[in-house]
């Protein structure tokens, strides 16, 4: 098998990493990627459409299998919603193909670009949380093959150590070829999506909590330049499936131009955009409705639209609170960012319904709240300071999109972690796989 000296980085761009690269094609290929890995007792991580924010997708001066290829459907129940993949599907696939069948994904990230494999590794959870928790809770079985170059199929029933350790397991376990999950009922192509001003983030907790049993959907954006009365005020969005199909065809992404000036996205340039996008909801609300992959995929829109940062990149935050520290918590983040005078263009709010099914899932019950900051001097200082906050709150940081958490503080954020590390050794006894992550936190 070849391999390739390749450079590449994850979706936030901070950091360019050269590794060598397989392209495997089918389990064969995987099988014997492994086995030169371990001859050479080199580390190896499996990454998909590296739509990772941090370093979860990095493998800085090891291997990487690049898993695109693999992305046949293997086996599909019209009647059952039952599927089997490989894990280079993505998530735009599903619903190009299943999507008029009424079937669609039952848990999906914020991208239809994402990977199956990327979701199993990372657990991801989608606007539906509370009703449907995360990825992880829909899987039936996992194939993977491990550091041995053997293919184990593994479920809850049968290793369900090593099933509960690869789910939101990082790709520390072994390399996943197939994944068995069922999909979800999509009775028709398109959600009515009710939009509301929410005036602080009192407002908006108490509205998210009360959406838990109404919506199907829910998620909102917080405009984190507003201060005073108007801390954490924002747009809410509240959608269940519309009643008819409407017609919708999805575009070509528009380009993002490859060089944009660092100070595009900038406190001033944020100001004017939150403010606009604040304002473009009337008082009363609006009712509208919206394609399902549209309302699911906004930002799949721009292609590359991370090139929005510049040439350094960006750090993508996103903490889950309980419900009861949600309020005081949250007030405190955003009090911390105004305190250092930066400001986040995206930050997203929702809702979550449960513990994950994974030994490292992210996912509890509480509210959850994602933030993007541009890679400037005081970034880091400020996400280390919302960790501390986080912790002392009883929440913790999603791995998928962290580069900066360090070892200390993911132990207490992740209680199980010694679970996973106990199961990962039984499997992986030469520790093949491996991650700039799990090395920057000892996992």
């Not at 993505?90 to 199956?116: Q, R």
């Not at 029933?157 to 072994?174: E, P, S, V, Y």
């Not at 490292?360 to 509210?367: D, E, H, N, Q, T």
Request: charged fraction near 25%; aromatic fraction near 10%.
């Amino acid at each position: 098998m070849k391999w390739k000296n390749i450079a590449y980085t994850s979706w936030g761009a901070t950091t360019e990493t050269e590794v060598q690269a397989g392209r495997p094609e089918r389990v064969r290929d995987v099988i014997n990627y492994v086995e030169q890995s371990a001859k050479l007792e080199t580390h190896l991580l499996a990454i998909g459409a590296c739509k990772s924010y941090g370093d979860a997708c990095l493998n800085e001066d090891a291997n990487v299998l690049l898993m695109e290829r693999m992305n046949r459907i293997l086996d599909f129940d019209p009647r059952s919603g039952e599927i089997t993949c490989e894990p280079g599907v993505t998530f735009n696939e599903l619903f190009e193909l299943f999507l008029d069948k009424n079937w669609m994904p039952p848990v999906t990230p914020g991208t239809g670009y994402a990977t199956i494999g990327g979701a199993v590794t990372n657990d991801v959870h989608g606007k539906n949380h509370d009703r449907d928790g995360s990825f992880g809770d829909h899987i039936k079985w996992i194939e993977l093959v491990n550091s041995k170059g053997e293919i184990m199929r593994v479920s809850a029933r049968k290793h369900n150590d090593l099933f509960r350790a690869t789910i939101a397991g990082l790709g520390l376990t072994g390399v996943i070829t197939a994944v068995n999950f069922q999909m979800k009922e999509a009775p028709t192509n398109a959600v009515l999506v009710r939009y509301k001003r929410m005036n602080n983030i009192k407002d908006y907790i108490d509205r998210l909590i009360k959406a838990r049993g109404q919506y199907e959907f829910s998620v909102g954006w917080i405009d984190m330049t507003a201060k005073g009365k108007n801390l954490g005020r924002g747009i809410l969005e509240e959608a269940n499936f519309a009643d008819t199909n409407i017609e919708y065809k999805r575009l070509e992404p528009k380009k993002i131009p490859k060089i944009i000036p660092g100070f595009a996205i900038n406190r001033l340039t944020t100001k004017i955009f939150n403010n606009r996008y604040y304002h473009r909801i009337p008082e009363k609300g609006l009712d509208k409705f919206v394609p399902l992959q549209k309302f699911l995929y906004p930002l799949d829109n721009w292609k590359n639209w991370n090139r929005l940062y510049g040439k350094k990149g960006f750090y993508q935050m996103q903490c889950v609170l309980p419900d009861k520290t949600a309020e005081l918590s949250i007030t405190r983040i955003l009090g911390a960012c105004h305190t250092a005078k930066i400001s986040s263009p995206l930050a997203v709010i929702k809702t979550m319904g449960s513990e994950g099914a994974g030994r490292l899932s992210f996912p509890m019950k509480g509210v959850t709240l994602a933030l993007d900051f541009p890679n400037t001097s005081r970034t880091l200082n400020v996400i280390r300071n919302i960790h501390e906050i986080v912790a002392t709150h009883g929440g913790r940081i999603y791995l998928a999109k962290d580069n900066v958490l360090d070892t200390a503080t993911f132990r207490k954020m992740y209680p199980n972690y010694r679970d996973f590390m106990n199961t990962k050794d039984s499997y992986d006894i030469i520790n093949l796989f491996s991650s700039s992550l799990s090395r920057r936190i000892e996992l």
